[in-house]
């Protein structure tokens, strides 16, 4: 069984910085594909960015890409997302992702709002 458990929402002026992190409880965390994900109210779930088990290759949706970073510590067992110039249209739930061969674990979420 494998646990993720995502924290560092809150809310942030725009142009603001913030890192969500991602705890990842269960075993063979080195060969997960580690990914987050978000969802805006109305709006359908969205891929964002996504990093390889030994975190050597990444990538990110075009919306993201150039402002957010994903990065994973195989040690701690975590996972994170620094997302910098932040705009109000990135208010959403973030989620974190973990994908091994067919299977696919989700965290609960964890709320951002990006407003002045």
């Known amino acids: 069984q494998v646990r993720l458990v995502e924290s560092g929402g809150g809310l942030v002026q725009p142009g603001g910085s913030l890192t969500l992190s991602c705890a990842v409880f269960g075993s063979s965390f080195t060969s997960y594909v580690m990914k987050w994900f978000r969802q805006a109210p109305g709006k359908e779930r969205e891929f964002l960015a996504g990093i390889s088990d030994a975190g050597g290759a990444t990538n990110y949706a075009d919306s993201v890409k150039g402002r957010f970073t994903i990065s994973r510590d195989n040690a701690k067992k975590m996972v994170y997302l620094q997302m910098d110039r932040l705009k109000p249209e990135d208010t959403a739930v973030y989620y974190c992702?973990?994908?091994?061969?067919?299977?696919?674990?989700w965290g609960q979420g964890t709320h951002l709002t990006v407003s002045s």
């Open positions: 992702n973990a994908e091994i061969s067919i299977y696919n674990y």
